[in-house]
Structure formats: C-alpha cells, structure tokens
C-alpha cells in the first residue's frame, strides 16, 4: 500500500484544516488506518486510529473534541479534519496502515506509512 498525505498548511491558532491520506496499490478496507504526528525534536505521537469499517475511532486525549477521523474506503482515501488548532499542533502528520492488528498507539506496529504532510499553527 502506498499512502500520500495531504492538506497541511499555515493556519492561525484557532482555525481548521482538513488532511488527507489517499492510498494506492490495494484497497485499504481492510487496513486499520491512523494518524501520527511529529514535532520537531519529538518523538512520533499517536493522533488517532479508524477501524476497517469506520464505525470505530480512537484519539490521543489531546485531540479529542477536536478532531475527527474519517474515512471513505470507496475512495481508498481516510481524513483528518482539525478545529480549533494550537501551536502545539504543529508538526509533520503522517497516515498509517496496518493490515492484520487492532488500533494501536504505538507507531511501529502500523506497516505502511505516508510521506508526511506539514501542518504549521501560527500563535
């Protein structure tokens, strides 16, 4: 599978933006799917998780009431839609699928990754 994320951007504290992570190669229906992101200087963190039917979701404290995941497997695509974004939100965003386990926090356990789409919150 391969992933392209994309949608990051300059945006003011306060304010929205939508991500996207468009995947080829094979159909990602039966791929859990997940955001991480990565601040400069930082480890990779967990953002949130979907599950193969995306009746499921599953969020990083921080983010919850904030954002919310997506997905819509006729378009192989999944999305992150960000709102009331804050500085510390800055960082590099990356999509992940995993093909055989169940949501996970942990970044290694996902077996595809997407190149990383930048998303900056200005104060």
């Known amino acids: 599978v391969q992933l392209q994320a994309s949608g990051g951007g300059l945006v003011q504290a306060g304010g929205s933006l939508r991500l996207s992570c468009a995947a080829s190669?094979?159909?990602?229906?039966?791929?859990?799917m997940a955001w991480f992101r990565q601040a400069p200087g930082k480890e990779r963190e967990f953002v949130a998780a979907?599950?193969?039917?995306?009746?499921?979701?599953y969020y990083a404290d921080s983010m919850k009431g904030r954002f919310t995941m997506s997905r819509d497997n006729a378009k192989n695509t999944v999305y992150l839609q960000m709102n009331s974004l804050k500085p510390e939100d800055t960082g590099v965003y990356y999509c992940?699928?995993?093909?055989?386990?169940?949501?996970?926090?942990?970044?290694?356990?996902?077996?595809?990754w997407g190149q990383g789409t930048q998303v900056t919150v200005s104060s």
């Open positions: 979907i599950s193969r039917s995306g009746g499921s979701t």
């Open positions: 992940a699928a995993d093909r055989w386990g169940s949501a996970s926090e942990t970044a290694r356990k996902y077996d595809y």
């Open positions: 190669g094979r159909t990602i229906s039966s791929h859990l």
